[in-house]
Each structure stands twice: as C-alpha cells, then as structure tokens.
C-alpha cells in the first residue's frame, strides 16, 4: 500500500461477532475482520472454510445471523434488500465464482451491466455516457478479447476462460471502491492469470480501488499486501 502510516487508513471493511449458518452449525464465526482502504488481500483456505460465504456477506449478498457488517461506512445487515443491491451494483465490483453472466446479452451488454443500473458507476467512466463502450473494450482488451467481433458475441459463444474474463471486465467497470473476487483465475492458463492479475492491479490502483480476492492458488498470494488464512479468522473453520 501507498501509504507510510497503516494505523491512519481507514477501514473499508469491518465484520464484528459475525456469524453465519446455512442450518444449524455455523459457517463463518468471526470475531473480528477488517481490510483497510485500498489493500489488496489475498484469502486462502480449503474447500468448505467459508471463503465464498465471506464474500457473500461482504457484497450484501448474504446476511448473517448476528453481528455486524460494514462496508464503507454502512451497516449492511441494517439495509432493505433493495438498498442493498443498489449499494452493491454502486459501490461494490463483484466476480462470482460462477460469473452470473446473462445469457440472453451480448458481451458488450454484460459488461456495461453496472452502468445500466448505477448513476455513480456510469458518472465514474471517462467520458460518461458517451464512453461507456470504449470504456468496456479498453477492459476486454486488457484481457485478451479485444477482437471487434467478440463484442457482440452472446457470452454463452465463449469458452469458460473467456466468460470468466468478461465478468471481470464487468466488475471492473466504473471504477467500484471495492472489488470482491471469488476463484476469479480458476479457469485461465498461466499466462493469461498473470496478466489478469496485472490489470487487475493496474486499474484497482489508478482507481484506488480496495480488492478482497479469494483463490486456491496460493502461488498468487506474494503478489498482494496481505494474505489471510480462513483457519486464523474463523473459529468455525
């Protein structure tokens, strides 16, 4: 991180006494959880620890069961489900695991997504209206789907390589102030993570976006600020 003094960057993330179950024994039981403004966090851990589900909580996807979550100052848990979604597809650049692209859409349509949806997603891309498309084939260039015909392509056309880079074209969209991505290199080649990791980077940096990135690959932890083991946050783990 850019900055000398940690302790005086603020915090983007805070879960306290947070608890989560899909039934009765809980998932996620963390006491306390913070990442500061403009880190880059690596979270490792198995299959089952919870990292999915602590990516659902911290985009207001899911809810807990007790404690609190706060994302840039708002209590999440405290909102209406649709001021949730609006504070999420503002604010919040989300890669699912399993892309949640829209099938029926092209591939320039899925990445303008957010900017359909969020004024302030919209204002925060160069040019405004006017550059939303370039804007969109800047980023898909950047990984490797800058050919013309691609861009009006259904997405169900691509490989699972390709649909998983359009969601992160996508997420990264006018300039959210945090980015959440879950197992968002699972599908590419070595050469092609690399370079979504360095664009990644790039643009997350120029923006001074906030990324929380969940992997397997524990190679790709040296490249972040910090790295978190599931087993050490989670008592439930």
Known sequence: MAASDPASVPDVIVLTDVRFAWARSPILDIADFRVRA????????????GKSTLLGLIGGV????????????????????????????AHVGFIFQMFNLIPYLTVLENVLLPARFSPARRAR????????????ARLLAGLGLGRADLLSRAVTELSVGQQQRVAAARALLGAPELLVADEPTSSLDA??????????????????????????????????DRTVQMRAINRAA
């Not at 403009?38 to 620890?49: D, H, M, T, V, Y």
């Not at 160069?126 to 550059?131: C, F, V």
């Not at 001074?208 to 790709?220: C, G, I, P, Q």
């Open 38 to 49: 403009g880190e880059r966090l690596f979270i490792q851990g198995p299959s089952g620890s």
């Open 62 to 89: 899911l809810l807990p069961r007790s404690g609190g979550v706060a994302v840039l100052g708002e209590r999440l848990e405290a909102m209406r489900a649709a001021r949730r979604d609006a504070f999420r597809v």
């Open 125 to 136: 891309v160069p040019g405004g209206a006017a550059g939303l498309a370039s804007e969109a």
């Open 191 to 224: 050469d092609m993570k690399q370079s979504f990791i360095e664009l990644l980077f790039r643009e997350c940096a120029r923006t001074r976006t906030t990324v929380v990135f969940v992997s397997h690959d524990s190679a790709l932890g040296t490249q972040f």
